[in-house]
């Protein structure tokens, strides 16, 4: 229960809010300049402890006048039980330091988190870094995908939204900050991009091969190329003690797919792949210009990507090649999609290391090759051979089966001849359904 006392001042009245959070205690709330303000917080104090007692939700009406009540004075209801503690509200700043540095951050690969650190400056120049968290609209969701959309490729930004849709969800479901995510209903594009894949052909493999100046080049080409290996992360933890001439086989450790704890025991998911002709050779003749004693490790001193693609850029200046996007993922998609003409999907899978989903949205090519072969093909095999058939002859053939047709109609008995009279149009009707069926076009009724 709640009142409201008044105490009379030098020039004005004082009023404040009494009430009994327990049996004989008894807290007030000043700061009322006139009788009705107070009244109308005591009315309010009292539906708060009515809703206490019976366990009931908060009015709309009740609720907004909760929310607007300053933090001192929430503080004390809340510490009297009127109310659940009120939640700080941090800056957007506060939420991205979760992003970079919570217990899930830690476990992603320091590419990964150069990556976050990226788009968190991006979302601080654009936003202000400083900005609560609470004022986010979907109208400023809206506004930062427009302007990115213009600015970025399609797999960049919609890999930015989702990562925004994510720490603001992390903001409503665990931190408690907001009601709703205002990120919630942008959709990021597919991060499927195959536009910047290059088919690398055998001939512009060789003339890249005979422009590389030292066996180390000529492995790591082989390697993209012919192995399909992910560079440069796979080539930094290539191990000698992989390389099985016996068996034919290169075992393969993968970074991409085991947690940042365990490659840092040493200890890696693999994947074995054959030790394909090209592979074996570029192996022994890199192994001979090795020292005595030379690292377990096959590339010790293995650069990083872009110094790797830097030094590739000028191989294939000397070769006269063009440079392509995606240098490295265009020869691991090329390899992909050449032993897929060969090799069952799930041997290849296993070889390249992605699931069939991932191969078919992000690596496999519409090759030249599959394109010239395409274009030779008819529906009855190949051009050229035995069981092939000319325009011509598709023509005649189509005109033979019509007078087929017309020949069993004409040796039909009286009772289908009368059960089908006046039904030439149904006859029409079913040669055209037939010959559609085979993919041939009928010839018109004289």
Known sequence: MAWVESRKLAKTIAYYVVYEPAKGVKHKITGFTNKRSAEGFRNNLDLLASA??????????????VNGLSDDVHAKLSADGYLEPRVIVGTLKDLTDHFLNGEEAQSKKDSSLKSRQTMVRRWHAFFGSHRNVADFTTDDAKRYAAYHADKYAPATWGREIRSLKSIFQYAVEDLDWIKKNPFRKLKGASQANKENLHEVTLEETKLIFDECPTAEMRLILCLA????????????VLEWDCVNYDR???TVNVPKKT?????????FETRVIPLWPEIRQAFEEYWETLPDGASNMVFPNCPTGQALTSRFRKILKRAGVPMWGNFFKSMRATRDTELRRRFPEYQVNHWIGHTQD??????????VESMQEASRFTTFGAVGETVGV????????QSRFQNCLENQESKKSPQITALNEGTKKGVTSLQRQILTSMGLEPMPRP
């Open 390 to 397: 000319t325009v011509g002859a598709t023509v005649g053939a």
């Open 259 to 267: 947690h940042k704890k365990e490659q840092e025991k040493g200890e």
């Open 225 to 236: 190329r012919f192995g399909g290996l992910r560079i440069p992360s796979e080539l930094e």
């Open 52 to 65: 206490r007692s019976i366990g009931g939700d908060l009015s709309p009406a009740l609720m907004e006048w």
């Open 248 to 250: 034919g086989t290169l």
């Open 358 to 367: 991932v191969a078919e949205r992000h690596y496999i090519l519409n090759t």
